[in-house]
């Protein structure tokens, strides 16, 4: 399988295609917005050999983020990648539970914030990045502080989430649309829930 990074949004599908990792249809993002494609992460995730040696490829951009004490990934998607951008690092791995009651991502299973610690947020796709700035009140909260956010596909079409600064594998853009303008092709086509996020 390959491992190069991609170097154009042409490559970038071409790779996520070899991994099966993209789907046409109609699907609801975790962000609440409708999109005709959806990048199937777990596609990408079951495959760690392949994709440590990618997120090698970036170890050194997420160094130049600064001192990172701690890796946190939201449950459940970010969590295989958060082991392994937390093992190329020699880092300190943790991640957050969204409360079925609440909504809310919680730290739980004994996982602490230390005051002074630099956190790098680490999920596998963001299309707003919304799940991730979820993470950073109770990291300030604890004493914490935000040094950047890695994922390995960043469809957000920015080079941040919130005033942090990406560092991704592999960027794609696909349009996206709020529910009051879904274009009518897309509209005629049942729509899919991947994910464990609610929507509201």
Do not use: W
Not at 53 to 58: F, N
Not at 94 to 123: C, D, M, S, W
């Amino acid at each position: 399988m390959r491992t190069e990074l991609p170097a154009s949004p042409e490559e970038t599908i071409e790779l996520l295609k070899d991994y099966g990792a993209v789907e046409q249809g109609h699907f609801i993002l975790a962000s609440g917005k409708h999109s005709a494609y959806y990048v199937k992460k777990g596609k990408l995730v079951q495959h760690p050999r392949e994709l440590q040696q990618m997120i090698e490829q970036r170890v050194g951009a997420m160094r130049a983020l600064g001192r990172i004490d701690v890796v946190l990934s939201p449950a459940m998607g970010g969590v295989p990648v958060g082991q392994q951008v937390g093992l190329a690092l020699h880092a300190r791995t943790i991640y957050a539970e969204r409360n079925p009651a609440t909504n809310q991502l919680e730290l739980k299973r004994g996982f602490e914030i230390h005051p002074g610690e630099r956190l790098l947020l680490v999920e596998d796709v963001i299309t707003t990045g919304g799940t991730l700035l979820e993470l950073t009140d109770f990291i300030e909260s604890q004493g914490g502080e935000v040094a950047g956010v890695f994922v390995v596909v960043n469809r957000s079409g920015k080079t941040t989430v919130g005033n942090y600064p990406v560092v991704s594998c592999m960027e794609i853009q696909f349009p996206v649309y709020d529910s009051d303008q879904v274009p009518v092709e897309l509209s005629a086509i049942p729509a899919l829930r991947p994910g464990t996020k609610k929507v509201e």
